[in-house]
């Protein structure tokens, strides 16, 4: 059997045609027998949509509600009340799945070695069941998404974005952009998909391969199964941060708590005063640095987190509490987008990483690297303990 990654599931296209061609930033269409991707097509897990909940025990399924046709608005349920939703012509959404179809996770492990990857990258596999007339509205991601149809047709309307390039923010058309992601646009984001929108009719065997900012939008004519191999799409800007906290964190003078009050001018004052010294430090940094800094950010290590042995993360009346080894209690302040993500830490029964935290969540409202700061703080804390693998 040939090795999984991108040069067999891209055949009869190659890879070295993709990589030169397409990637990261034109979209592909591939299509092909079923049986040309027999070790995905054929596995059990993925035959039927029952098949696929029965082997969700025990974790959460994604009911993509129908009243605004997205995606982001949704509920988690059991398995067994997405089997009864799905009856009802609600779309389902299955995350991270290579975590219970291990016939998956060499797949995602091998695609990130081909196109390059970093190490923080956020890859993970995700299963769309859609009933029939059912779909998804026009909007752009922020990951570059491998698509594979199983079962059925799908039909997908694609298009470029003009409006931004390497968007950091996901947009639905209808929706305002927010704030961040108007800062990055060169040209207003439009009300409608363009003219030059490209129709795609995917069928069981059909691939395609979709970047991140390019506008899409889908609709199922009959019930359709498809896997997504999605990656997230880490920018410089995310390796300079890396890189910068790892080497800040190594100084006293960059570990400690700031002190923001300001009761009177003097204190005003102060706080400039100490925060032009900062800078005049961060430059210092800043210029010895090395190139080869960021390229170690990406190719090395991956800080992973978990729950000290005899510590305990719980929330008690909207407030998380952390208990301490010691048997301290300690109240954690914590920002409302925060609040899954803190759930999913305090269950995770080994460790873990911030991709993978992510990875539970449906739609993240935050950065990897904020949420890297957060378990960072919890280290501090004495919540959590870490290590660079």
Not at 157 to 167: F, G, Q, T
Request: with cysteine; net charge negative.
């Amino acid at each position: 059997m040939e090795r999984p990654g991108l040069e067999r599931l891209l055949q009869p296209y190659t890879e070295a045609n993709f990589l030169a061609k397409h990637w990261p930033d034109k979209p592909l269409v591939v299509h092909g027998s079923p049986q040309r991707l027999s070790e995905l097509t054929q596995l059990p897990e993925l035959q039927t949509p029952s098949a696929l909940l029965n082997v969700c025990r025990g974790v959460s399924v994604t009911a993509i509600l129908p009243d605004r046709r997205d995606e982001s608005h949704c509920v988690e349920v059991s398995p067994e009340v997405a089997a009864e939703m799905y009856k009802a012509g609600i779309g389902l959404s299955v995350g991270a799945a290579e975590r219970f179809i291990p016939a998956l996770k060499v797949w995602v492990e091998h695609l990130s070695l081909d196109l390059g990857l970093p190490k923080t990258t956020w890859a993970r596999c995700i299963v769309y069941v859609s009933p029939a007339e059912t779909g998804a509205p026009p909007h752009f991601d922020t990951n570059a998404n491998f698509s594979l149809q199983l079962r059925g047709k799908k039909t997908w309307r694609i298009a470029p974005n003009n409006s931004v390039n390497y968007p950091t923010e996901r947009h639905v058309i209808f929706d305002e952009p927010s704030a961040k992601l108007r800062e990055q646009c060169h040209s207003a984001l439009p009300t409608e998909l363009p003219a030059n929108t490209e129709n795609i009719e995917l069928q069981p065997g059909s691939l395609l391969f979709v970047p991140r900012g390019c506008w899409h939008t889908t609709t199922s004519q009959e019930e359709t199964l498809s896997l997504n191999f999605t990656f997230s799409q880490q920018s410089w800007a995310i390796l300079a941060a890396h890189a910068l906290l790892k080497r800040l964190h190594r100084q006293e003078l960059w570990r400690r708590t700031p002190n923001l009050r300001a009761d009177s001018p003097a204190d005003i004052s102060q706080h400039l005063q100490e925060a032009t010294q900062l800078l005049e430090a961060l430059r210092a940094d800043l210029n010895d640095m090395h190139p080869k800094d960021l390229l170690e950010t990406a190719r090395t290590c991956t800080r992973m987190f978990r729950i000290k042995s005899g510590a305990l993360l719980s929330q008690e009346g909207g407030t998380w509490v952390a208990q301490l080894p010691d048997g301290t209690r300690v109240a954690i302040e914590t920002p409302e987008v925060f609040q899954q993500a803190f759930a999913a830490t305090a269950v995770w029964p080994n460790w873990f990483t911030a991709q993978e935290i992510i990875a539970t969540l449906r739609v993240a409202s935050f950065t990897e690297v904020d949420l890297f700061l957060l378990l960072s703080r919890l280290v501090d804390a004495g919540v959590l303990e870490s290590r660079d693998v």
